[in-house]
C-alpha cells in the first residue's frame, strides 16, 4: 500500500474506534424510543431525557401545522412521486419555490439535501481554471464537494479558519498568476463551536475583488436569523451577485429538503439544467414538501419574528449562564450551538454518559468532526427547552467537569486558543 494509502487507513481507523467507543457508551447511534415525540424530550433505553441535540431551533419540528401540511401532501400524493425531477415533479414544487423566492428575494433551486445541492452546483458553477480556496472548518459536506472539484482538475486549498488575511492573500497571489476567477466556501455558523463566520469582512473582500465568488453552507443560520428566516448572511449583507446561499430546511425550518440562492439568474438555470443531482436523484418527498410550504408560510407571517425573538432572547441567556458558570465554551458567539472542550474523546464520551444518566441528552464529539485534543460535548436548545431546563444542564455540565477533567481552569484557559486544523493534526 502507497504511503497515502497508509495514511488513509490510519485515519479511518481512528474514526472507527473513536466511533466504535461511541456506540458502545450508547451515547451515539442511539434510537429514540418514544412512540410520540414532543421536541422538548426523547427516551433512549428506556430513560427518559431532554434534548440538547436537536438542531430544530424555531421548535416547528412538532408544530401541529407542519404535520398537517406533511399529511395532506401525503393524501394528495401519496409518500412519493417517484421520477426525477428533470421529467416531472408535483405542483407542491412550484409552491414551495414561489415562497422561497419571497423569503430570500432571489432565484431558487431545491435540492433533496443540502449536500446534494453542494454537489449539484459547485461542479457546473466553478470552472477547472478558477482556484479554489475553502475554509478548513467547513461542513464536511461542502469539503465533499471540493474532492469532486479536484478531481475535475480545480485548484482546491484549505485556508486557516476565519482567517481573511489568508484569503486576501490568496486572491492576490491568483490574480497575479493570471487566475480571472477566484472562490472561497465557508459556512455561516460552522456546525461544531457554533462560531459565526466574518459575512462583513467577507463581503469587503467582493466588493474590493471582482475576481471573487462565494459559496455560502447557511444551514444552520437559516429560519431563526435574518428577515422571514433568511438565513444568517444575508442578515449581515445584501445578496451579492457572485454569491450563492445554500440552506437546510432539515433543521431549525423543520420539514426536510434543501434550497439554493442565487442573485444570479444564469447561475441559478445552469444548476438546475445541469447539476448532476438534479437530474440523476430522487425528489424532496412530498410530505417534506408540504411541511415546508406550512414552515414558508409560518415565516412570512408576523408570527415567525416573534418566534425569533423568543429565540435570541434564549441565546443571550445561555451566553450569560456559560460565562457565569465560566465552562471552557469554545466560541461565545450568538448562536443556539455551544460546544463545551474536554479534551480526549473517551472524555468526550464520558461527560455524554454522566449527563444521560442525570436526564440530559447532548452530541460527544471528537475527531474527524473536531481537532484531536479538542473533543468535548456540543449542546443546542431550542424553544421545546425552557430557561430553567438549561440553566440545570449547565449545572450538571459544571459538577462532571473535575471528574472527567483534571484541571478544568487550565482547560478553560486552553479554550481560548484558536482551533487548528483536523487534518494537521493526524
Not at 459575512?199 to 467582493?206: E, N, Q, S, Y
Not at 454518559?353 to 436526564?359: A, N, S
Amino acid at each position: 500500500m502507497s504511503t497515502k494509502g497508509l495514511r488513509q487507513e490510519r485515519v479511518l481507523q481512528m474514526i472507527e474506534s473513536t466511533m466504535a467507543d461511541g456506540v458502545a457508551a450508547g451515547v451515539i447511534r442511539v434510537h429514540a424510543g418514544d412512540e410520540v415525540l414532543d421536541g422538548e424530550a426523547i427516551t433512549v433505553d428506556g430513560h427518559r431525557m431532554l434534548n440538547f441535540g436537536s438542531c430544530s431551533y424555531l421548535g416547528l419540528n412538532t408544530d401541529d401545522r407542519l404535520k398537517r401540511g406533511a399529511i395532506d401532501a401525503v393524501e394528495r400524493f401519496g409518500p412519493l412521486f417517484s421520477s426525477s425531477t428533470a421529467y416531472a415533479s408535483v405542483s407542491l414544487y412550484a409552491d414551495l419555490k414561489e415562497r422561497f423566492e419571497q423569503i430570500f428575494r432571489a432565484h431558487v433551486v431545491l435540492p433533496p439535501t443540502t449536500t446534494l445541492g453542494h454537489l449539484a452546483a459547485l461542479p457546473v458553477l466553478v470552472n477547472a481554471d478558477d482556484a479554489v480556496f475553502i475554509d478548513v472548518n467547513a461542513h464536511a459536506s461542502v469539503h465533499l464537494a471540493a474532492d469532486v472539484l479536484r478531481g475535475h482538475g480545480t485548484s482546491v486549498v484549505e485556508l486557516p479558519h476565519n482567517n481573511m488575511d489568508a484569503l486576501e492573500t490568496a486572491i492576490q497571489r491568483s490574480e497575479s498568476d493570471g487566475t480571472c476567477r477566484v472562490w472561497y466556501l465557508a459556512d455561516s455558523i460552522y456546525s461544531m463551536y457554533g462560531d459565526i463566520a466574518p459575512v462583513k469582512a467577507i463581503a469587503d473582500l467582493m466588493d474590493r475583488y471582482p475576481s471573487l465568488q462565494v459559496y455560502f453552507d447557511d444551514a444552520h443560520g437559516f429560519s431563526w436569523s435574518g428577515l422571514h428566516g433568511r438565513g444568517l448572511v444575508l442578515d449581515r449583507m445584501p445578496l451579492h451577485s457572485r454569491m450563492v446561499i445554500a440552506v437546510s430546511l432539515a433543521k431549525s425550518f423543520g420539514s426536510g429538503g434543501a434550497a439554493l440562492a442565487f442573485a444570479d439568474p444564469d447561475w441559478a438555470s445552469r444548476v438546475l439544467l445541469t447539476g448532476g443531482p438534479l437530474t440523476f436523484s430522487g425528489p424532496i418527498h412530498n410530505a417534506e414538501l408540504g411541511a415546508a410550504i406550512a414552515s414558508a408560510d409560518i415565516h412570512l407571517s408576523p408570527e415567525h419574528a416573534h418566534l425569533q425573538a423568543r429565540l435570541h432572547e434564549q441565546i443571550a441567556f445561555v451566553g450569560q449562564l456559560l460565562n457565569r458558570y465560566r465552562l471552557p465554551v469554545m466560541d461565545f458567539d450568538p448562536t443556539p450551538i455551544w460546544f463545551v472542550r474536554l479534551g480526549r474523546h473517551d472524555q468526550a464520551v464520558d461527560m455524554a454518559r454522566r449527563l444521560m444518566d442525570d436526564g440530559f441528552y447532548v452530541n460527544p464529539s471528537a475527531f474527524p468532526a473536531v481537532p484531536r485534543g479538542y473533543g468535548g460535548i456540543r449542546f443546542t436548545h431550542t424553544l421545546h427547552q425552557t430557561k430553567e431546563q438549561i440553566e440545570s444542564l449547565v449545572a450538571a455540565i459544571t459538577r462532571h467537569l473535575p471528574e472527567v477533567v483534571d484541571e478544568p481552569e487550565v482547560l478553560i484557559d486552553l479554550t481560548k486558543e484558536q482551533a487548528t486544523s483536523p487534518a494537521d493534526t493526524v
